[in-house]
């Protein structure tokens, strides 16, 4: 039996067959032409990419210029953002830290009459930002000495603005200072 036979037989028989092998063949064509043309330029492009910027990393670490590899910032960075999670207190602890402003403006022979405080949530975050504002009012070393003490707390402070301003009194001069805060607390229990 001869080729062409074959083929005429095997198209009598079932027609489906041939035509569903000449798709597939077409197909595959191409499926190759699309490889050939489009992937296998871009992985080039991408690998020489690569040893391009491994080569640079080389160079840069043999002048000393990259102490750490990307693995080794990265667990850095997780592990700071772990103390800073550590170190971001509950929001039960806002009458806490009010207490501690009002401590610590005793230390250093100060009294706060009133602090006003804004909260405002960051949900993605999941921090509840207090924005608080308040004065004190004595000599200059007191003053000095609360901003120390305040600098030198344990909870995350950030001092925003301080305004001075001096006034004479019976003798002595009084320098009043008002203060605005900002303060992070967990908005939900972790």
Same mark, same amino acid.
């Given at each position: 039996?001869?080729?062409?036979?074959?083929?005429?037989?095997?198209?009598?028989?079932?027609?489906?067959?041939?035509?569903?092998?000449?798709?597939?063949?077409?197909?595959?064509?191409?499926?190759?032409?699309?490889?050939?043309?489009?992937?296998?330029?871009?992985?080039?492009?991408?690998?020489?990419?690569?040893?391009?910027?491994?080569?640079?990393?080389?160079?840069?670490?043999?002048?000393?210029?990259?102490?750490?590899?990307?693995?080794?910032?990265?667990?850095?960075?997780?592990?700071?953002?772990?103390?800073?999670?550590?170190?971001?207190?509950?929001?039960?602890?806002?009458?806490?830290?009010?207490?501690?402003?009002?401590?610590?403006?005793?230390?250093?022979?100060?009294?706060?009459?009133?602090?006003?405080?804004?909260?405002?949530?960051?949900?993605?975050? /999941?921090?509840?930002?207090?924005?608080?504002?308040?004065?004190?009012? /004595?000599?200059?070393?007191?003053?000095?000495?609360?901003?120390?003490?305040?600098?030198?707390?344990?909870?995350?402070?950030?001092?925003?603005?301080?305004?001075?301003?001096?006034?004479?009194?019976?003798?002595?001069?009084?320098?009043?200072?008002?203060?605005?805060?900002?303060?992070?607390?967990?908005?939900?229990?972790?």
């Amino acid at each position: 039996m001869t080729e062409e036979s074959l083929f005429r037989a095997a198209w009598r028989t079932s027609r489906v067959a041939p035509l569903c092998i000449l798709v597939l063949l077409v197909l595959n064509v191409l499926l190759y032409g699309f490889v050939t043309r489009v992937v296998i330029p871009g992985v080039d492009n991408l690998e020489r990419r690569f040893i391009h910027t491994q080569t640079q990393v080389r160079e840069l670490r043999q002048e000393g210029d990259v102490q750490e590899t990307p693995q080794q910032v990265f667990a850095r960075g997780t592990e700071d953002l772990d103390k800073f999670w550590a170190a971001v207190p509950s929001k039960k602890e806002f009458s806490a830290l009010i207490g501690e402003l009002f401590s610590l403006a005793d230390k250093a022979g100060l009294g706060i009459n009133q602090v006003s405080y804004t909260p405002e949530e960051n949900p993605e975050r /999941g921090l509840l930002t207090y924005g608080l504002q308040f004065s004190v009012a /004595g000599n200059y070393g007191q003053i000095k000495k609360f901003v120390y003490l305040l600098e030198q707390s344990r909870r995350l402070i950030i001092i925003d603005e301080l305004s001075l301003s001096t006034t004479r009194g019976e003798g002595r001069q009084e320098v009043s200072l008002r203060i605005r805060l900002t303060t992070f607390f967990k908005a939900r229990e972790q």
